[in-house]
Protein backbone atom coordinates (compact mmCIF):
# COMPACT_ATOMS: atom_id res chain seq x y z
CA UNK A 1 0.00 0.00 0.00
CA UNK A 2 0.97 3.50 -0.60
CA UNK A 3 -0.56 6.49 1.12
CA UNK A 4 0.10 10.01 0.24
CA UNK A 5 -0.14 13.40 1.61
CA UNK A 6 0.80 16.53 -0.77
CA UNK A 7 0.42 20.06 0.17
CA UNK A 8 -1.84 19.27 3.24
CA UNK A 9 -2.73 22.14 4.85
CA UNK A 10 -5.57 22.27 7.90
CA UNK A 11 -6.45 24.88 10.54
CA UNK A 12 -4.93 28.19 12.32
CA UNK A 13 -3.03 27.88 15.55
CA UNK A 14 -0.90 25.87 17.31
CA UNK A 15 -2.62 22.88 15.54
CA UNK A 16 -2.07 24.58 12.25
CA UNK A 17 -0.81 22.28 9.54
CA UNK A 18 0.94 23.65 7.19
CA UNK A 19 1.95 22.08 3.92
CA UNK A 20 2.88 18.99 4.69
CA UNK A 21 3.77 16.35 2.37
CA UNK A 22 4.77 12.59 3.05
CA UNK A 23 5.08 9.09 1.92
CA UNK A 24 3.84 6.23 3.63
CA UNK A 25 4.58 2.59 1.90
CA UNK A 26 4.61 -0.87 2.42
CA UNK A 27 7.69 -2.16 4.01
CA UNK A 28 9.33 1.09 5.33
CA UNK A 29 8.99 3.58 8.35
CA UNK A 30 8.72 7.09 7.83
CA UNK A 31 9.34 9.98 9.64
CA UNK A 32 7.15 12.60 9.53
CA UNK A 33 8.53 15.98 11.60
CA UNK A 34 6.06 17.99 13.68
CA UNK A 35 6.12 20.30 16.69
CA UNK A 36 3.85 21.70 19.39
CA UNK A 37 1.60 19.75 21.22
CA UNK A 38 -1.54 19.47 18.86
CA UNK A 39 0.25 19.17 15.09
CA UNK A 40 1.09 15.98 15.75
CA UNK A 41 -2.77 14.41 16.32
CA UNK A 42 -3.81 16.81 13.11
CA UNK A 43 -1.72 15.15 10.79
CA UNK A 44 -2.39 11.80 12.24
CA UNK A 45 -6.12 12.55 11.46
CA UNK A 46 -5.90 13.52 8.42
CA UNK A 47 -3.48 10.66 7.34
CA UNK A 48 -5.62 8.39 8.79
CA UNK A 49 -8.70 9.58 6.73
CA UNK A 50 -10.77 10.74 9.84
CA UNK A 51 -10.48 14.28 9.53
CA UNK A 52 -10.18 16.05 5.97
CA UNK A 53 -7.52 18.91 5.35
CA UNK A 54 -8.54 22.28 4.24
CA UNK A 55 -6.46 21.69 0.55
CA UNK A 56 -3.95 19.16 -0.76
CA UNK A 57 -4.58 15.88 -1.27
CA UNK A 58 -4.34 12.60 0.21
CA UNK A 59 -4.53 9.65 -1.56
CA UNK A 60 -4.40 5.64 -1.05
CA UNK A 61 -2.48 3.75 -3.76
CA UNK A 62 -3.20 6.33 -6.49
CA UNK A 63 -6.95 6.67 -5.65
CA UNK A 64 -7.49 10.57 -4.20
CA UNK A 65 -9.84 11.37 -1.26
CA UNK A 66 -10.40 7.58 -0.65
CA UNK A 67 -11.96 8.23 2.88
CA UNK A 68 -13.65 4.95 3.58
CA UNK A 69 -10.65 2.98 2.46
CA UNK A 70 -7.86 5.07 4.09
CA UNK A 71 -9.96 4.72 7.70
CA UNK A 72 -10.48 1.05 7.56
CA UNK A 73 -7.10 0.13 6.54
CA UNK A 74 -5.09 2.87 8.71
CA UNK A 75 -4.81 2.77 12.05
CA UNK A 76 -4.35 5.88 14.16
CA UNK A 77 -2.08 4.79 17.23
CA UNK A 78 -1.80 6.06 20.48
CA UNK A 79 -2.91 9.99 19.36
CA UNK A 80 -3.24 12.19 22.22
CA UNK A 81 -7.16 12.44 23.46
CA UNK A 82 -8.12 10.72 20.15
CA UNK A 83 -6.82 7.35 20.47
CA UNK A 84 -4.50 7.26 23.20
CA UNK A 85 -5.74 4.47 26.06
CA UNK A 86 -6.78 6.11 29.49
CA UNK A 87 -3.80 6.56 31.69
CA UNK A 88 -5.14 4.35 34.48
CA UNK A 89 -6.56 1.34 32.29
CA UNK A 90 -4.15 -1.41 33.39
CA UNK A 91 -2.24 -3.01 30.01
CA UNK A 92 -4.63 -6.39 30.40
CA UNK A 93 -7.80 -4.00 30.16
CA UNK A 94 -6.26 -2.33 27.20
CA UNK A 95 -4.94 -5.59 25.44
CA UNK A 96 -8.72 -7.00 26.18
CA UNK A 97 -10.48 -4.04 24.77
CA UNK A 98 -8.29 -4.04 21.47
CA UNK A 99 -8.78 -7.70 21.16
CA UNK A 100 -12.44 -7.27 21.15
CA UNK A 101 -12.30 -4.82 18.87
CA UNK A 102 -10.43 -6.99 16.48
CA UNK A 103 -13.14 -9.62 16.65
CA UNK A 104 -11.06 -12.09 18.76
CA UNK A 105 -11.35 -13.83 22.02
CA UNK A 106 -10.80 -11.24 25.10
CA UNK A 107 -11.39 -13.27 28.03
CA UNK A 108 -8.37 -13.52 30.88
CA UNK A 109 -6.75 -16.49 29.19
CA UNK A 110 -6.96 -14.85 25.64
CA UNK A 111 -5.73 -11.41 27.11
CA UNK A 112 -2.34 -13.34 29.37
CA UNK A 113 -1.85 -15.21 25.92
CA UNK A 114 -1.54 -12.29 23.90
CA UNK A 115 1.12 -10.57 26.34
CA UNK A 116 3.06 -13.68 26.81
CA UNK A 117 3.40 -14.06 23.37
CA UNK A 118 4.34 -10.47 23.54
CA UNK A 119 7.17 -10.48 25.81
CA UNK A 120 4.63 -8.04 28.38
CA UNK A 121 3.64 -10.61 30.58
CA UNK A 122 5.02 -9.01 33.47
CA UNK A 123 3.14 -5.32 32.82
CA UNK A 124 -0.34 -7.27 32.87
CA UNK A 125 -1.48 -5.60 36.16
CA UNK A 126 0.25 -2.14 35.53
CA UNK A 127 -1.75 1.04 34.26
CA UNK A 128 -0.56 1.61 30.69
CA UNK A 129 0.79 5.30 31.66
CA UNK A 130 3.15 3.39 33.91
CA UNK A 131 4.77 0.85 31.31
CA UNK A 132 8.02 2.16 29.53
CA UNK A 133 7.98 3.80 26.71
CA UNK A 134 8.86 0.98 24.46
CA UNK A 135 6.82 -1.84 25.97
CA UNK A 136 3.92 0.48 25.74
CA UNK A 137 4.54 1.54 21.67
CA UNK A 138 5.56 -2.52 21.20
CA UNK A 139 2.03 -3.25 22.60
CA UNK A 140 -0.32 -0.29 20.65
CA UNK A 141 1.57 -1.31 17.85
CA UNK A 142 0.63 -4.85 18.03
CA UNK A 143 -2.59 -4.73 19.28
CA UNK A 144 -3.73 -2.05 16.32
CA UNK A 145 -2.50 -4.63 13.25
CA UNK A 146 -4.90 -7.30 14.99
CA UNK A 147 -7.59 -5.23 13.20
CA UNK A 148 -8.92 -7.01 9.81
CA UNK A 149 -7.56 -4.92 6.93
CA UNK A 150 -5.49 -2.49 8.95
CA UNK A 151 -1.70 -2.35 6.76
CA UNK A 152 -0.93 1.01 7.91
CA UNK A 153 0.17 2.29 11.09
CA UNK A 154 0.29 5.49 12.12
CA UNK A 155 1.50 6.26 14.94
CA UNK A 156 1.72 9.77 17.11
CA UNK A 157 4.65 11.59 19.30
CA UNK A 158 5.77 8.87 20.42
CA UNK A 159 8.26 10.52 22.01
CA UNK A 160 5.78 12.27 24.81
CA UNK A 161 6.73 9.18 27.11
CA UNK A 162 10.03 9.59 27.04
CA UNK A 163 13.06 7.06 26.50
CA UNK A 164 15.68 7.02 23.16
CA UNK A 165 14.12 7.52 20.09
CA UNK A 166 15.89 4.53 18.66
CA UNK A 167 14.02 2.47 21.16
CA UNK A 168 10.72 3.18 19.30
CA UNK A 169 11.99 3.94 15.97
CA UNK A 170 13.44 -0.24 16.25
CA UNK A 171 10.23 -1.21 17.33
CA UNK A 172 8.32 0.59 13.66
CA UNK A 173 11.01 -0.59 11.67
CA UNK A 174 10.36 -4.20 12.56
CA UNK A 175 6.80 -4.11 12.18
CA UNK A 176 7.71 -2.71 8.49
CA UNK A 177 10.15 -5.77 7.70
CA UNK A 178 7.20 -7.76 7.66
CA UNK A 179 5.29 -5.46 4.91
CA UNK A 180 3.01 -2.93 6.99
CA UNK A 181 3.51 0.98 6.21
CA UNK A 182 4.34 2.66 9.20
CA UNK A 183 4.95 6.35 9.85
CA UNK A 184 5.73 8.13 13.08
CA UNK A 185 4.94 11.38 13.83
CA UNK A 186 7.44 13.45 15.94
CA UNK A 187 9.30 16.54 16.76
CA UNK A 188 12.75 18.34 16.37
CA UNK A 189 14.03 16.54 19.34
CA UNK A 190 13.60 13.46 17.96
CA UNK A 191 14.67 13.91 14.13
CA UNK A 192 17.64 15.09 15.78
CA UNK A 193 18.27 11.48 17.50
CA UNK A 194 17.41 9.80 14.42
CA UNK A 195 19.62 11.64 12.60
CA UNK A 196 16.62 12.69 10.59
CA UNK A 197 16.87 15.96 8.01
CA UNK A 198 13.91 15.96 5.69
CA UNK A 199 10.64 16.43 6.01
CA UNK A 200 10.21 12.69 6.10
CA UNK A 201 12.63 10.04 5.94
CA UNK A 202 11.88 6.49 5.16
CA UNK A 203 13.79 3.18 6.05
CA UNK A 204 13.78 0.39 4.01
CA UNK A 205 13.17 -3.77 5.00
Not at 29 to 55: H, Y
Amino acid sequence: MKLTLENVIKGEGHGAVDAVTATIESGFVSFINAETQQRPTVIGLIASGRMRPASGLVTLDGVPSDWGNIRRRVALVDAPVVSEPAPNVTVAGVTAEELMFAGLPSNRRAVRRRLTALGLGAYSSDSIATVPPSARIHLLTELAILRDDVDCLIVVSPDRHGGHPDEWWDILTELASRGLAIAAIAGDASATALGVTAHIESETK
